[in-house]
C-alpha cells in the first residue's frame, strides 16, 4: 500500500489497522485525522459472495486474492472457555477469538484486492483448516475485479 501523508510503500498487514497511512504517519496524526484515515475504503461495500454485482458489470479480472491469518488459543482462554462449557451455552472466548480472525483475514482478502488494482471482491468464500492442536489457520478468498455501473 501507498501512504496517503508520506507516500512511501508499506506492508499491508497494517493496512486494516491504518486505512490509507503507514504506522508512522498514523501515529503523528490528530485524533480527528485517525478518525478519517481509518474509514475503511469503499471496496468493502463491493464485496459478495456471489460472482455477480447486481447493476454492475465486471471489466476485468485479476484472479484469486487471499488473506490468511493462523491463531491459537492462549492457555488462560482455554481455561476459561473450558468453564464456560460446564454452564453451557455460547462460548464467547471462542466466538469472539473466531469471529476477530474471520475479521482480520477478510481484510487481509480486500487489502490484497486493493494491491492488484481491483475495485469489487467477488464470489469470498472463508475456509479453515486446524494445522496442529489448538492452531486454526483461516483462509477467506474471492476473485479481484474491476467493476463500472451499467449504464
Known sequence: MRCKVC???????????????????????TDEERAKAARPSPIFEMTTTAFTLDGYRIVKSFGVIRGIT????????????????????????????????????????????????????????????????GVTEVLCYGTAVIVEPVP
Do not use: W
Open 70 to 133: 493462523v491463531r491459537s488459543r492462549s492457555v488462560f482462554g482455554t481455561i476459561g472457555a473450558s468453564l464456560q462449557t460446564i454452564v453451557g451455552g455460547n462460548i464467547t472466548l471462542f466466538s469472539e477469538l473466531c469471529e476477530q480472525t474471520r475479521a482480520e483475514a477478510f481484510e487481509m482478502m480486500v487489502n490484497h484486492a486493493v494491491e492488484r488494482g481491483a475495485n469489487a471482491v467477488i464470489g469470498v468464500r472463508y475456509d479453515a483448516t486446524e494445522i496442529m492442536q
Open 7 to 29: 507516500g512511501k510503500d508499506f506492508p499491508s498487514l497494517y493496512h486494516f489497522k491504518t486505512a490509507d497511512t503507514c504506522l508512522g504517519c498514523y501515529e503523528g496524526l
